[in-house]
């Protein structure tokens, strides 16, 4: 492994790939070692844990894994069911690749993006300035990204799933997923990334949405990351003309696990909704930045996140709706809700406006509470135990966002996450008494 101190521009100029794509890590690169590292005294991180990481203790791996599919994929795609296109990473590399002959035939991509026609236009399409210093790291040395483009008029009819599986300890992964829905198309992403329970690693995923014109996005993002694993992700995503994007995050896993989410509504009547259900439990952090901006006309955006913490958990969440002088008629709403199961879990929530038109509807709220009592004396005087009560009301928190999941499918397996945190906050509690 190479210790990244040495990720050098010499270092991505070596990484496989065509010229183009060694030119771009290299300049990128070059970018990254003139940086620093954030730290809390930027807004934007504050509450994280940044100053935490020592990054000199993760390195990429020095050799694509052997391929096959790691068995959680395996169980991840019999929760999914039918699909249209896969692909398989296993840190940061692609072990495997299928996509619907039909839906190749009339254009559709889905694999590795440098051996694609006009890649060099795809990367960067939607991130074309980093966000921050992981972004850049990411374009500096992203092993192998993936691109999952859609033609104009097409519409696929089943979700495409792209899998992340970190098995090496130590590793660096840096995952790359470029979306492209042109023009009147439709399509469905389910974006998930895992790694066991007790493994040391750096996941530094980013994730381009790019939603043409009167397209339709549906892209959902699981991360069941082990207990040990830390992720600094970004998203970010332009949406067109009376386009639609519907971005969903799951957030279960990982020691430090953010996301940092970049919505901007370019074109007139672009609508993006982002929702999120997440559950701390142990001493993780889930740590959630959002941004969403208008950009034009007669947009919308909704925002919804809810969340619970458990033992000595930590959620974040900060937020800000942008709305730029010529977004007049813009509508948006931006909600975090969060309930605490533990005395000693912790929860933020800072959602923030930034208005420069006055022919808006803005609004924004956000709760931090333990489970409301009245709900809890309602179910025990009807004879519910405890724990069955605490269940049921937690379990229908989550409701109102599951309810609005783009890909369906996921339902089942993210209500089998949240039962198994409470089933472990149960036998947390019976023994505590």
């Not at 052997?66 to 896969?86: H, I």
């Not at 952090?285 to 033992?311: I, N």
Request: negative net charge; glycine residues 8%; contains cysteine.
């Amino acid at each position: 492994m190479i210790p990244l101190s040495s990720l050098t521009p010499d270092t991505a100029a070596a990484l496989d790939g065509p010229d183009w794509l060694r030119e771009r890590r290299v300049a990128a690169a070059a970018r990254f070692a003139a940086a620093d590292l954030p730290s809390t005294d930027e807004e934007v991180w504050r509450y994280s844990r940044i100053a935490d990481l020592d990054i000199d203790r993760f390195a990429p791996p020095s050799a694509p894994p052997a391929p096959g599919l790691p068995p959680a994929v395996d169980a991840l795609l019999a929760s999914v069911g039918e699909r249209s296109g896969l692909v398989v990473l296993h840190d940061g590399h692609v072990v495997a690749c299928e996509v619907d002959p039909d839906l190749a035939a009339r254009g559709v991509v889905i694999g590795r993006l440098d051996e694609t026609t006009d890649a060099d236009a795809a990367l960067g399409s939607v991130a074309s300035q980093a966000p921050d210093v992981f972004a850049e790291l990411n374009d500096a040395f992203s092993a192998q990204p993936v691109l999952v483009r859609v033609p104009a008029g097409v519409a696929v009819p089943a979700p495409v799933v792209v899998a992340h599986w970190i098995g090496s300890a130590g590793v660096l992964v840096l995952p790359r997923l470029v979306v492209q829905a042109g023009a009147d198309s439709e399509v469905r992403v389910v974006d998930w990334a895992g790694s066991p329970d007790g493994l040391e690693a750096l996941s530094v995923p980013l994730v381009e949405l790019d939603v043409a014109e009167s397209a339709r996005v549906g892209y959902a993002s699981l991360q069941v990351l082990g207990d040990r694993t830390w992720q600094i992700g970004t998203q970010v995503s332009t949406v067109g003309a009376q386009a639609t994007l519907r971005s969903f995050t799951a957030g279960f896993g990982g020691d430090y696990a953010r996301l940092r989410t970049d919505c901007r509504l370019v074109g007139r009547g672009a609508t993006g909704d982002l929702l999120a259900v997440y559950f701390g439990t142990g001493d993780q952090t889930l740590d959630f930045r959002t941004f969403q901006d208008h950009a034009a006309p007669d947009t919308t955006s909704t925002l919804l996140f809810k969340g619970a913490v458990d033992d000595r958990s930590r959620s974040v969440y900060t937020g800000t709706i942008h709305v730029r002088p010529n977004a007049r008629g813009t509508s948006a709403v931006q909600t975090n809700r969060n309930v605490k199961l533990s005395p000693d879990a912790w929860a933020e929530s800072v959602p923030n406006l930034q208005i420069e038109n006055n022919d808006v509807r803005c609004a924004h709220a956000s709760t931090v509470g333990p489970i409301d009592e009245d709900q809890r004396f309602y179910l025990e005087s009807r004879g519910l135990p405890p724990d069955v009560a605490e269940r049921l009301i937690v379990g229908g928190f989550f409701d109102e966002v599951l309810a609005e999941l783009p890909v369906p499918a996921i339902e089942a397996a993210i209500r089998q996450r949240i039962v198994d945190a409470l089933s472990a906050h149960d036998a947390s509690a019976g023994g505590a008494s």
